[in-house]
């Protein structure tokens, strides 16, 4: 019994050892360490997610992402970079190598999984597509909206939820496509379409954007499609995919830990063997993903944990004034669930 007992616990130890070894590295990030800083594509300007004002300085719940990448490789959130991309740019932008990882609004799908060749590193933002409609129109449903003219973008989830939706209810549209956002509103504000449909977080962010001071708009009630929004990395290179997907379920995690950027210098004086693991006091956690120890302790410093991001940049005090929702914590009944750190 004794010999079994010792046999077991000297697998779990090589079992252990092993998963403290990062996976080898691949081109990516190889590159990035070298190059010494993170590119990342971002939206062209949504109000909340990914926004450059007239200094050209992002903010956004996605560009925190990105800054937070940015943190765990270089211990620095200025060592995050963006590039601006329409629906259509972003992907031909990964493949190509232009980017790092998209941070940009990006729907996850089967397709873009596997024929696109791209690894989904988690959900930053549960969504839905909805529909967008000047007030004075007096439309209360999509289901009004039959023979309507809508605005949508090309290349995206949303045009073909919305070919979708009509065919589903045997109704009729004709879609006005624009790729550049702006462009796309501006035909929308001067009245070329009778509505507007995009995630349901992106209405709001234009409302309270772009289209500020062009008239009163109504989100239409509807949801027609789950739009899990979130990073995109290329095949191939495990430790970079490793990365990003830890960096975006460490935020949540320092959330449901109650670790915050306020009180994090606190909580590294705690007995509690999970915080100290997870702020590397304990070492092993940075190891296993081939950066500093200490990666976890500087993204809640740097950026704070999940919450105070969402709060920050969409929440409830901001001009989008989004509710948690599905966002909130799983004990808040959200959907948001770390991965557990062990």
């Known amino acids: 019994m004794f010999l079994k007992t010792l046999a077991a616990a000297a697998a779990f130890s090589a ?3 092993v998963a403290a070894v990062p996976a080898s590295a691949g081109q990516t990030f190889d590159a990035v360490k070298a190059k010494g800083f993170v590119q990342c594509a971002v ?5 909340g997610f990914s926004f450059s004002d007239s200094q050209g300085k992002w903010t956004g719940l996605d560009v925190d992402l990105c800054r937070a990448i940015a943190v765990a490789m270089f211990g620095d959130s200025e060592k995050a970079k963006f590039t601006p991309t329409t629906a259509q740019q972003r992907f031909v932008a990964l493949q190509s190598g232009e980017v790092d990882v998209i941070t940009r ?9 596997t024929s696109l060749g791209f690894n989904m590193a988690g959900v930053n933002f549960y969504d839905g597509q909805g529909f967008m409609v000047p007030t004075k129109s007096n439309i209360k449903s999509a289901k009004d909206l039959n023979g309507a003219t809508i605005c949508v973008q090309p290349g995206t989830t949303t045009e073909l939820n919305l070919a979708d ?3 589903k209810n045997k ?5 006005v496509l624009i790729e550049k956002l702006d462009e796309l509103l501006q035909a929308y504000a001067a009245g070329r379409c009778d509505s507007y449909t995009t995630d349901a977080s992106g209405l709001a962010a234009v409302r309270a954007g772009q289209l500020s001071g062009k008239g009163e708009h109504t989100i239409l009630p509807e949801r027609i499609s789950k739009e899990p929004l979130g990073p995109l990395v290329r095949h191939g290179d495990d430790q970079w995919f490793d990365l ?3 960096t975006l379920i460490g935020m949540i995690e320092a959330e449901e830990m109650g670790i915050t950027s306020k009180n994090v210098d606190e909580m590294l004086k705690s007995d509690d063997p999970a915080i100290k693991r997870f702020l590397g006091v304990t070492p092993g956690y940075g190891k296993a993903v081939g950066v500093d120890e200490k990666w976890m302790y500087n993204i809640v410093k740097q950026i704070g944990n ?5 709060e920050r940049n969409v929440g409830k005090d901001t001009p989008l004034k989004l509710e948690r929702g599905q966002n ?3 004990t808040n009944g959200g959907l948001m669930y770390a991965i557990p750190f062990r």
């Open 171 to 175: 109704m009729t549209f004709k879609p």
């Open 15 to 17: 079992v252990a050892a």
């Open 328 to 330: 909130a914590l799983w």
């Open 43 to 47: 939206n062209t300007g949504l109000a």
């Open 165 to 167: 939706y009509f065919r």
């Open 244 to 246: 990003v997907k830890w």
């Open 105 to 113: 609004n990006a729907t996850q799908t089967l397709l873009r999984d």
């Open 306 to 310: 999940y919450g105070e991001s969402f």
